[in-house]
């Protein structure tokens, strides 16, 4: 409970240990901390400098605003579900056994906290992948195993008789490829009644916290797999049927 007179730290220190007689706290205004009885004093603007005839600079006068940290949001188990099941449940960077959900476009940096933002990676193309841009990455790793970094392609590429600046324009067509073929899945993702089938059949199962959990979506999907895929044959009709 809050306490004017029993305030812990400096407040107890500076009325208590060192008596009346010790000299009040004071903040850098030299006005003092505390009241008589020990209270905490309310806060004033901070002072962080000066400007250059000297005069004091309040913290709030010229800064801006600290924008709000956003934080990521938990999924529902059916919402990882809806997504893992239309990317067939693997990596859609390196096609192995998804591990985890990615935001394809970097949370960092402004990429939505939503479905259509949401891909399942493996973990080591999630950690690896990290704030980059999904292009970049695919570049990166598409042409990993070919170009030496130097300007020189390896004996793979030369030996189809490509130059660098040719295997650059092969790879940027694989590139807008692989998100033309990510953009019709997420549009299957998106899809309402689709949705509405993944909502209504499995919202009972809560939330999937994080990579630690994620494999509850894994596990739910491999227990409905026969009526997911029965439901994806018939085009997921609306549960309320
Ligand atoms: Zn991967």
């Not at 240990?17 to 850098?28: F, K, L």
């Not at 020189?152 to 692989?178: F, M, P």
């Not at 630690?212 to 994806?232: E, R």
């Amino acid at each position: 409970m809050w306490s004017p007179s029993r305030s812990p730290g400096r407040s107890c220190r500076s009325s208590g240990a060192h008596g009346a007689a010790s000299e009040p706290q004071r903040n850098t205004e030299g006005a003092p901390l505390h009241d008589r009885a020990g209270a905490l004093l309310a806060p004033r603007p901070r002072v962080v400098g000066r400007d250059l005839e000297g005069l004091k600079v309040p913290r709030r006068s010229f800064l801006p605003e600290q924008p709000k940290k956003r934080r990521r949001r938990s999924f529902m188990i059916w919402e990882s579900m809806c997504v893992l099941s239309a990317h067939g449940g693997t990596c859609v960077y390196c096609s192995r056994e998804a591990e985890s959900m990615d935001h394809l476009i970097p949370f960092a940096d402004g990429g939505l906290d939503d479905l259509n933002n949401l891909v399942p990676a493996c973990q080591r193309c999630n950690n690896k992948k990290r704030k980059r841009d999904p292009v970049v990455w695919h570049l990166m790793t598409s042409m990993a195993g070919e170009w030496r970094g130097d300007g020189t392609i390896r004996s793979g590429a030369g030996a189809r008789g490509l130059s660098l600046r040719d295997l650059y324009l092969e790879r940027h067509e694989e590139a807008l490829g692989w998100l033309e073929h990510l953009e019709e899945v997420t549009a299957e993702v998106c899809d309402y009644d689709r949705q509405m089938w993944f909502l209504n059949r499995f919202f009972h199962l809560g939330y999937d916290r994080g990579q630690s959990s994620f494999w509850s979506a894994t596990v739910a999907l491999s227990v409905f797999h026969d009526t997911i895929t029965k439901a994806h044959e018939q085009g997921f009709p609306k549960a309320e049927h």
